[in-house]
Nanobody, 114 residues
């Protein structure tokens, strides 16, 4: 299984970015895809995840600003990030959970700064 993320970058506060992650390899029908992030000096934390059935979970810090979506036919997960804040600055990691295993992509840097 491989996960390829894209879409990070530098944006001003209040701006938007869209992250994408394409998953390839053996993918189970039942799975959860999503995004985690890790800021300097902090632990990795859940940002948003979505099951293949459509159930979505968001961290309180991004509710109402970030939107996760999936294209199951393309094995791709997206995250639209609006109203970005400096505290959203982090390396964002794509994740696939299936069975008892977790798979991670290489991170993509998101920097929110004026």
């Amino acid at each position: 299984v491989q996960l390829q993320a894209s879409g990070g970058g530098l944006v001003q506060p209040g701006g938007s970015l869209r992250l994408s992650c394409v998953v390839s390899g053996t993918i189970f029908t039942i799975n959860t895809m999503g995004w985690y992030r890790q800021a300097p000096g902090k632990q990795r934390e859940l940002v948003a995840v979505a099951t293949n059935g459509g159930r979505k979970t968001y961290s309180d810090s991004v509710k109402g600003r970030f939107t996760i979506s999936r294209d199951n036919a393309r094995n791709t997960v997206y995250m639209q990030m609006d109203s970005l804040k400096p505290e959203d600055t982090a390396v964002y990691y794509c994740n696939l959970e299936q069975g008892v295993r977790n798979y991670w992509g290489k991170g993509t840097q998101v920097t929110v700064s004026s």
